[in-house]
């Protein structure tokens, strides 16, 4: 039993930690957006870094947030019924609704898996010091590489897998016991 609460304080905490981090990235979303729309209305010089950097930070914090999101319980769902009943039956409905969850997380997890994998491995013509550098890279000219900001797709789903895993525990929990998982 201390292996499986420690294995579940692990990830919640990684999700907290990431959750914390992505706060962070929120805030340099903030001073990037700034800066692109002062240099593009102000002084007439939009950059290509600032708009194509806002974008990868964006989708950087969409795909990474979703396992702290899961961890406060935070996804939509319809409270209308939900809210209403006890925390035991709320569980049952949890597991029950928990086959759709995992079917989508994988499919998730490996269709985004996927999409880094060619991103990785397609040949965008960049080089370092004449070395060919393979990966996917935007088409403006700044060039950045896309396929970091790609792989934190199935990450990110990795992280709500494990999550839902966590989750699943404790409502497995309160259905066989009637009390939260401590």
């Known amino acids: 039993m201390d292996k499986l609460r420690t294995f579940m304080m692990a990830v919640e905490k990684t999700n907290l930690f990431v959750g914390k981090m992505m706060a962070y990235v929120s805030i340099v979303c903030v001073v990037v957006i700034s800066l692109e729309v002062i240099m593009r209305y102000v002084f007439g010089m ?96 700044w060039a950045p590489p896309l396929y970091p900001v790609k792989f934190l797709m199935p990450f990110g789903g990795v992280l709500l897998l494990l999550q839902g895993v966590v989750w699943t525990i404790r409502d497995a929990h309160m259905v066989f016991t009637g009390r939260e998982f401590k």
Do not use: C, K
Request: charged content about 10%; overall charge negative; glycine content about 6%.
């Open 46 to 141: 939009p950059t290509n870094w600032g708009h194509e950097l806002m974008y990868s930070l964006f989708a950087m914090y969409y795909v990474m947030v979703v396992g702290v999101v899961h961890y406060w319980r935070a996804h939509v769902r319809v409270d209308v019924i939900y809210a209403s009943l006890s925390r035991r039956t709320q569980a049952i409905m949890d597991l029950i609704s928990g086959v759709f969850f995992y079917l989508f997380v994988l499919v998730y997890i490996w269709t985004s898996w996927n999409f880094y994998w060619s991103s990785q491995w397609m040949t965008a013509g960049n080089s370092f010091l004449g070395i060919e550098i393979p990966g996917e890279a935007s088409f403006t000219d």
